[in-house]
């Protein structure tokens, strides 16, 4: 394709401004098959996909979209020849800022310098496979033609754009609260691209969840109470809830999980924003470890704000039937009978429980990611959708599978109130209660269930959020 481009549509003498008419001409000419003198963006995707340049639809209709000036639903020659030239203009610019010492040439080491900046860190073989995938003339280094024609029909306007595909995203919800929040580029701050993309998140969560609360429920349920039989296990634990309070007992506690994912959303980038500004200089990019540090702190303060929902959730998922009529009943017999404390029983545990869960996330991702780039990348960085889920899900289960003990103690403490016969014990007391009567193995009670939903929940959040995202016009980098 790229061999296309240079020598038939793109001849390098017509790089110089005087050509440029002739060259875009050309291009214009092979894209609009029917000859009336405008492309629709039937003619574009079919033009491109002749040419060997298939983007997937939504790059394509951003193309179009943002083409198509007087929005007639066609793009004719001169909103065609504006749209790219200011397109390469942005990427003259996302050049020169890769191009450290301005010798018209982008080499391996300078990518490694440029991803570092943005927090992506990359060794100097990965930036290779990227320079491989640009580089026409197998000299291992992309000059701005080679660079031009590469980035000619992509939509993306700068270098952080660029290696947005493995923005480790969080529009994958497995359930779990701790994730260290998205990052959103300046254009998607200004277009309202970014409350749309954790709206669609947000819907996404509140679907995977209610399909998989019947697994979460009886986590919590083998958490609380697999200590009094070694006999409670996974079919057992289904049966006695069924036959407690019948089957739309397996989703109790789903409301408050599902409810409390807005104002935590929102609280956690609200937070985000503001340790991210604490952390780094105006104009500086974050990197990994200040990354870490502002999402474990946005974590820490949206928990502290929707804790109190943690604790009913708990509730009223252990709660036989009858005893609760809702969150709001919940919430009235808490406060009469324990106190306003007893809404942040087992905060420590649970706040202690972030660092882990967010640190080894973060940084399962980033082998897993360098491991792929090192092994299996050859014509093209971008991994691809399943590569992208696989490693989101591995590294989440990994950060889950090391703040499990830390989850198991929080969410005894909120519940031990309402055994019978059970002493009020704190977090360290609780742990060594555990440890003398069960072992080892009672810190990780539950964790099967809670590893059964992660493949479903990892599923579902990812269709309901591409959907979303399509019916809420939020466009793909």
Not at 357 to 373: F, H, M, P, Q, R
Request: charged share 25%; with cysteine.
């Amino acid at each position: 394709m790229l061999r296309w481009l240079r020598d038939f549509v793109l001849p390098t003498a017509a790089c110089q401004d005087a050509e440029q008419p002739t060259r875009y001409e050309t291009l214009f000419q092979a894209l609009g098959r029917n000859g009336d003198g405008v492309v629709d963006i039937g003619e574009l995707q079919e033009g491109l996909r002749n040419l060997g340049i298939p983007l997937g639809q939504d790059a394509e209709e951003k193309i179009f979209t943002t083409g198509d000036v007087n929005k007639d639903g066609k793009l004719d020659f001169e909103e065609f020849m504006k749209y790219l030239k200011d397109h390469e203009k942005k990427m003259k610019l996302a050049f020169k800022s890769l191009d450290k010492n301005n010798d018209g040439k982008i080499e391996a080491s300078e990518i490694v310098q440029s991803l570092q900046t943005l927090g992506l860190t990359i060794s100097e073989q990965q930036a290779e496979l990227i320079l491989q995938s640009i580089d026409v003339d197998g000299t291992m280094t992309v000059d701005w033609n080679e660079w031009r024609d590469y980035f000619l029909f992509n939509p993306v306007t700068d270098i952080e754009e660029i290696i947005r595909f493995w923005k480790h995203s969080t529009g994958i919800d497995i359930g779990d609260s701790l994730t260290i929040p998205d990052e959103f580029t300046e254009d998607e701050k200004k277009s309202g691209q970014w409350w749309r993309q954790l709206l669609a998140g947000g819907i996404a969560g509140a679907v995977s969840r209610t399909s998989t609360a019947p697994l979460d429920r009886l986590k919590i349920m083998m958490q609380v109470h697999g200590s009094k039989s070694d006999k409670m296990n996974i079919f057992g634990g289904f049966r006695q809830m069924v036959k407690e309070g019948g089957i739309r007992s397996l989703w109790r506690g789903n409301g408050t999980n599902v409810i409390k994912i807005a104002p935590e959303t929102a609280v956690k980038f609200w937070a985000y924003e503001q340790y991210k500004k604490l952390l780094t200089e105006e104009g500086q990019k974050i990197g990994t470890f200040e990354r870490f540090i502002s999402g474990s702190m946005a974590g820490a303060t949206a928990q502290t704000f929707i804790y109190p929902m943690e604790v009913m959730k708990t509730r009223l998922a252990v709660g036989k039937t009858g005893q609760y009529s809702g969150i709001y009943d919940c919430a009235k017999k808490i406060l009469k009978h324990e106190g306003l404390g007893a809404f942040y029983k087992g905060y420590v545990p649970n706040l202690l429980g972030i660092i882990p869960y967010a640190g080894i996330d973060l940084a399962v991702y980033e082998l897993l990611k360098s491991y792929w780039l090192d092994n299996f990348a050859k014509d093209s960085v971008n991994p691809g959708v399943m590569v992208l889920l696989g490693c989101g899900a591995l590294s989440s289960t990994c950060g889950q599978l090391a703040s499990y003990p830390l989850a198991l103690v929080r969410t005894r403490m909120q519940a031990q109130a309402m055994l019978e016969g059970s002493p009020q014990l704190n977090m360290v007391g609780l742990f060594r209660r555990i440890i003398s009567k069960e072992g080892i193995p009672g810190l990780y009670r539950g964790i099967t269930p809670n590893f059964m939903k992660v493949l479903p929940a990892v599923g579902i959040s990812y269709v309901v959020y591409e959907n979303m995202k399509q019916t809420l016009g939020v466009t793909q980098k």
